[in-house]
T-cell receptor, first 115, second 113 residues
Framework: DSGVTQTPKHLITATGQRVTLRCSPR?????VYWYQQSLDQGLQFLIQ???????AKGNILERFSAQQFPDLHSELNLSSLELGDSALYFC??????????????FGPGTRLTVL | AQKITQTQPGMFVQEKEAVTLDCTYD???????LFWYKQPSSGEMIFLIY??????QNATEGRYSLNFQKARKSANLVISASQLGDSAMYFC??????????FGKGTKLSVIP
């Protein structure tokens, strides 16, 4: 158990819908990262937040957005869902992202299926 | 830009034998970290081991060791005394100045009884 929690574990929805994925980081970690794992794209970085502020953006679609709240939990919002958005979405957390040796610990993931 | 290459899509190893999973990387960063993660069929990503670019000694964590050859830009994972529970996908990743992890495509390891 990494200490990172993600809900829900599974999500099945239809095209065009909007969903919210939730993540709580490990106790003491200020930084949260979101990753998408799909069969064709592999593991891709989406976005990073540090202490409530957006820090870095990766291959995140405009239909996707995220935020980190004062209690440090984070939410990833996916809207106008398409079949290709079906993937495993991971949240990871770390305590000091300013050093390369900072280890990111991953949550169990949310498996999103868009029908 | 950072790039991780894992050239072995799948590997087989006999139980109790050692196995090496290959990873090469490319980066222009001087300071970076290299990581290995394990993903069992259940889907979670489990951190295994870390190696810093300035570390002179190879990292070890229990049965896991990282064979770091900086000049060759390789960071191979060695698993000793393989167990059936080691069957999983293994991902090599690196983190440099951009903070995000860049992952390789992974190697599927199957341990044969």
């Amino acid at each position: 158990d990494s200490g990172v929690t993600q809900t829900p574990k599974h999500l099945i929805t239809a095209t065009g819908q909007r969903v919210t994925l939730r993540c709580s980081p490990r106790s003491g970690d200020l930084s949260v990262y979101w990753y998408q794992q799909s069969l064709d794209q592999g593991l891709q970085f989406l976005i990073q937040y540090y202490n409530g502020e957006e820090r870095a953006k990766g291959n995140i679609l405009e239909r996707f957005s995220a935020q980190q709240f004062p209690d440090l939990h984070s939410e990833l919002n996916l809207s106008s869902l398409e079949l290709g958005d079906s993937a495993l979405y991971f949240c990871a957390s770390s305590d000091d992202p300013d050093i390369p040796q900072d280890t990111q610990y991953f949550g169990p993931g949310t498996r999103l299926t868009v029908l | 830009a950072q790039k991780i290459t894992q050239t072995q899509p799948g590997m087989f190893v006999q139980e109790k034998e050692a196995v090496t999973l290959d990873c090469t990387y490319d980066t222009s960063d001087q300071s970076y970290g290299l990581f290995w993660y394990k993903q069992p069929s259940s889907g979670e990503m489990i951190f295994l081991i870390y190696q810093g670019s300035y570390d002179e000694q190879n990292a070890t964590e229990g049965r896991y060791s990282l064979n770091f050859q900086k000049a060759r830009k390789s960071a191979n994972l060695v698993i000793s005394a393989s167990q059936l529970g080691d069957s999983a996908m293994y991902f090599c990743a690196m983190q440099g100045g951009s903070y995000q992890l860049t992952f390789g495509k992974g190697t599927k390891l199957s341990v044969i009884p």
